[in-house]
């Protein structure tokens, strides 16, 4: 979600390249850590100082942009809240307890799954 700040629009074309840079990083720790992507929740309100386009038009297409190149998997935590804005009530964007149980159990089942 910090991705969607307005400042950082000089990096607009770089989101998916610094992205499987980052990824790229980490398959390469000797731990071979197991990789999943996550789309992050909607934002909800202005005020918060991010941008719903930049996170709607550039961040979410880029996620899957990466997903498609790397084969990684995504955990889609955007649409587990499109409609949800009550779990955001602070500032649009921080969850509240009721949303980060939700994201917990969405977290659960995709470890369950594997």
Known sequence: TNDAQPN????????????????????????K??????????I????NG?????LNQEILPGID????????PVIDIYSLFINRPDCFPYD??????AAITLITCEIFKI????
């Open 111 to 114: 470890f369950k799954i594997k």
């Open 44 to 47: 909800f309100g202005i005020g």
């Open 65 to 72: 942009a990466v997903a498609k190149k790397t084969g990684l």
């Open 8 to 31: 950082l629009q000089q990096y607009n074309g770089n989101f998916a390249t610094d992205y499987i840079q980052l990824i790229r990083h980490f398959e390469n720790l000797p731990t």
């Open 92 to 97: 649009g964007v921080h969850p509240n307890d």
């Open 33 to 42: 850590p197991t990789i999943w992507l996550v789309k992050p929740p909607p």
């Open 50 to 54: 991010l941008s719903t386009d930049r």
